[in-house]
């Protein structure tokens, strides 16, 4: 491109295999590695790309980019389901057991979904098993104060189990459509506290079915998301994936490879701190963040 | 899949007995090697190119030491680089002549910024400081208890004059930990802030006014080690609306490999200053360059690997 002869450019473009410059394919690479998508599916996606475009004859960057969010419109899969299972288990209600690492949002996103039950007309009641984290069930309380739920707890210390078991009584006994339990945060790699979790899932199937199992990612969690999704749903069989604080400047693009290798969907995202900012998932939205649109 | 960079050396490095010199070709496949196991690593871009540049410098015509094979040259000139940018010796907090030593922590939503207030606290306490906690969270629902309970745990005093979820002025708070850190003779006040992110401008600016209103000698940055490409961004959006003196990287007993690390030391020119590695309060650390790199290069020890050979 450096030559300014029309003839010459145009002898270039039509000899070269690859007809978009180096610069664009560097700026397509970065943007999927600045999202977090990972060295493998960036690697994969640019080369099938670079391929189509030099059978195709694609030289305008323009376009080149429209192909590219296709692509990963197809690799986010808008056809999946993502609906939320909250169907009630005969008398008892539908439990809904909130997952993840340290931090990530899971307090948060339990207040919020309960919000979003309530406003679709639906009774519910939370369980706060986090019985370890300084101020953990009070923060939850405070919760389900704000969107006016009961929230069920014990002292600290408790058994989590127990306390779990406990609200899914109670909330069949009140008779509500959905129990959400708030668990601590854990590293994946804390077996004692991994299989912690997994009696906290078995427990409360004694009394009734776990319905959904939603793992919280956090949107600026790198590589080592696909791990802890990997961890996670070996020990209580994830469902649906929330991915929370979208609303700042990293793009969450970990969950591509979550969906795609484990076969779990993202179902919501977090957007803020406050008790309206959860939202269902949306592909193309979500893609549109990758490219900076 | 390879999990360490010493593997994917190794293969590409098969079948080459010693060849006295490193090729052009060797140098340029060891390069994809090092440059996709620090990505895999969530090491920035931008942050894996220079470095690819300045490693191959060091590469290309090196010849081949007797003692070693060149995949173990590769990882020990690779293992310098990283620690020349983690930083060769760990910086101490620096204490104010005249007490109270003020020291603001910073950083994204659930970084882990009041739970190292507590170990700060406590690390303080058993070297016969006299440590005040500040929450000045008066955002997030119930920072301020889960800060009292932590500081009760640390065995330290909180200053918590007001109830926090909505309610109080942190900057006034803040103002007011300085005075009363003063008359009752603390001699370090800790403050901790909400969490916030990079691009809130509005959160931002309120750090700031914290940070002025106590003015720190060391304000420093809250960063989880399982943070992706969006570590950069988020290191220079609080250098530049707070102002950073040192890091401080959390939750790394857990297996991320901790690429944050490289790029927020290399893009901020700031020392990482401590590792948070566990929920437990005493589960704290100075945090160690040579560690570090082993970490993001998948390595227990790097020496001892080298040194096997
Ligand atoms: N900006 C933003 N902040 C969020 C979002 N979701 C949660 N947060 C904040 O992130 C921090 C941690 O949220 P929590 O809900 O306490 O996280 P958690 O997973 O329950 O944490 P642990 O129980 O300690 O493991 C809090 O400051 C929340 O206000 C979100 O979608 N966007
Ligand atoms: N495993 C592990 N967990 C940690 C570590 N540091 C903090 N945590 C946990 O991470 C979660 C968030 O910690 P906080 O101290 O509340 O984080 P924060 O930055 O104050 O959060 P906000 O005030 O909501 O912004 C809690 O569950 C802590 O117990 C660590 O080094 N290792
Ligand atoms: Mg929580
Ligand atoms: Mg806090």
Redesign the interface.
Known sequence: ASSNNALARALADLLSVDQLDEDTWDDFE?TL????L??GPTTELTEALRRDFAVDGVSDPAQAKGILRDELVRLVDPTLDRTLNLEKDGDNPAVVLVVG?????K?TTVGKLARVLVAEGKTVMLGAADT????AA??LA??GE?VGVETVRSHEGADPASVAFDAVAKGAEAGVDVVIIDTAGR????TGLMDELGKVKRVVEKKAKVSEVLLVL????????M?QARIFGEVVDVTGVVLT?L?????GG?VVQVQRELGVPVKLIGLG?GVDDLAPFDTHGFVAGILGE | MFDTLQDRLASVFKGLRSKGRLTEADVDSSMREIRIALLEADVNLGVVKEFIAAVKERLVGLEISKALNPTQQIVKIVNEELIAILGGETRRIRFAKQPPTVIMLAGLQGAGKTTLAGKLGRWLRSQNYSPLLVAADLQRPNAVNQLQIVGERAGVHVFAPEPGNGVGDPIQVARDSITHARNKLYDVVIVDTAGRLGIDEELMRQAADIKAAVNPHETLFIVDAMIGQDAVNTAKAFDEGVGVDGVVLTKLDGDARGGAALSIARVLGKPIMFASNGEKLEDFDLFHPDRMASRILGMGDVLTLIEQA
């Not at chain 1, 956090?218 to 998301?225: E, L, R, S």
């Open positions: 970065a590695i600045a999202s977090d990972g060295v690492v340290n931090g990530t949002g307090t370890f984290r300084a101020a009070e923060q405070t919760w704000r590293l994946h790699t804390k956090d949107a600026t969690t790198g590589q080592n998301g791990t604080k609303d700042g400047s990293a793009k970990i701190e």
